[in-house]
């Protein structure tokens, strides 16, 4: 059975379950500013209670705005600390919390800040355009913007990293970067990134993505929201099918339940629909989004995990992406991560594992 069929069977035989009708999304509440924080940071408090930074009027494009929220996990008590911070950027239909398990499994010492993007967690709908008008350029300029609010604050990350769509999203900064003759590096003095399990650009061969098999299973999960516009929702009743079952289509040890993934805020019940289409080069979009060869060969370190279950991206692909963006055919900075729970998600469900693959890897050279 290849990749293509092994989704298939797992999402479609999962939509039998599906209840009538479509799940609403959550009008977003107010989020309450207080202080707080050790000298020299002043930290809002999200209306789930998370610290963070709430980034008002943030522009996408001309005449459109939303407010954002960058989530605090772990500790930050000086602006100079922030270096030690990692900068994370959450996965389609996946919130900020969804890095959450990561954070505490790096221990008390931990920084993690992760913006979520529009409709989700403690950020609010954009002003100006439909959510569902949104595509990932936006969300690329998004980041821009966060990273810029932040510099201006004096908190400076070295390190980003990109699950999933976030993955795509880091290679579409750094490229937008390089076009303008800037970087990572030169831009915000980001020294590393590293993809987890990131979807990958139209030079990468991608079996389930080039199999055009994916168009029909988009649609099947396209709903319009009056408030919000075309969207991709995937009701979280059938998270286990799409995202914690191996390559045998089994549900894999270690998943979490429905409830536990709502009542963690991982997930997002939308995505702009036009968003979904870009990201896999479906609908009204001919390709994937491009990242240029060798795109990190100097300046900005780069590693790629990937995991061995995972029935999205297989390990081949994913080392082939690290070579195409780094140039490096010995796969130095490449990680796999291997064992019969590693899906799309494991940072959810072995958070553990992620934090020992990067760990592992702290000394790689290419």
Excluded at 18 to 23: E, H, I, K, T, Y
Excluded at 183 to 199: E, H, N, P, Q, T
Excluded at 204 to 227: H, N, R, T, Y
Excluded at 339 to 357: E, I, K, M, R
Aim: hydrophobic residues 40%.
């Amino acid at each position: 059975m290849n990749i293509v069929e092994l989704t298939q069977r797992c999402v479609f035989a999962a939509l039998v379950a599906l209840p009538a009708g479509c799940m609403d999304l959550p009008v977003d509440a107010d989020v309450e500013a207080r202080q707080g924080g050790g000298p020299g940071i002043d930290l809002d408090i999200g209306a789930d209670g998370t610290p963070g930074f709430l980034l008002e009027d943030v522009e996408l494009r001309p005449g459109v705005t939303v407010d954002l929220f960058v989530n605090l996990y772990g500790t930050l008590d000086k602006a100079s600390k922030s270096k030690h911070c990692h900068f994370a950027v959450h996965g389609g239909v996946f919130a900020a919390a969804s890095w959450r398990p990561y954070a505490e499994a790096l221990g008390e010492d931990a920084c993690v800040l992760v913006a979520d993007m529009p409709v989700r967690g403690n950020s609010g709908a954009p002003q100006g355009a439909l959510f569902g008008d949104l595509d990932l350029f936006d969300y690329v300029t998004a980041i821009e913007e966060v990273l810029e609010r932040l510099d201006e604050r004096k908190i400076r990350p070295r390190t980003i990293l990109g699950h999933s769509m976030g993955g795509t999203l880091v290679q579409m900064l750094q490229q937008r970067f390089l076009d303008e003759g800037s970087s990572l590096r030169k831009r915000f003095g980001i020294r590393d990134a590293i993809l987890v399990a990131s979807d990958l650009p139209a030079e990468v061969p991608w079996a389930l993505g080039d199999s055009g098999d994916l168009s029909g299973l988009i649609q099947a999960f396209a709903v319009e929201e009056p408030a919000y516009g075309s969207l991709f929702e995937i009701p979280v009743a059938l998270w286990p099918a799409f995202y914690f079952t191996d390559r045998d289509g089994d549900v894999v040890p270690g998943a979490l339940t429905p409830a536990e993934i709502e009542a963690g805020g991982f997930n997002a019940l939308g995505e702009p629909l036009r968003a979904i289409h870009q990201l896999n080069g479906t609908g009204p979009f001919t390709s994937r989004p491009s990242a240029g060869a060798e795109l990190f060969e100097t300046g900005t370190r780069l590693r790629a995990i990937a995991y061995e279950e995972d029935i999205y991206v297989q390990l081949a692909e994913s080392e082939t992406l690290y070579q195409h963006l780094t140039g490096d055919p010995a796969s130095r900075c490449f990680v796999r991560v291997l064992g019969p729970d590693t899906v799309h998600v494991l940072q959810f469900s072995n958070p553990q594992a992620l934090v020992d693959a990067i760990a592992d890897s702290e000394d790689c050279h290419y």
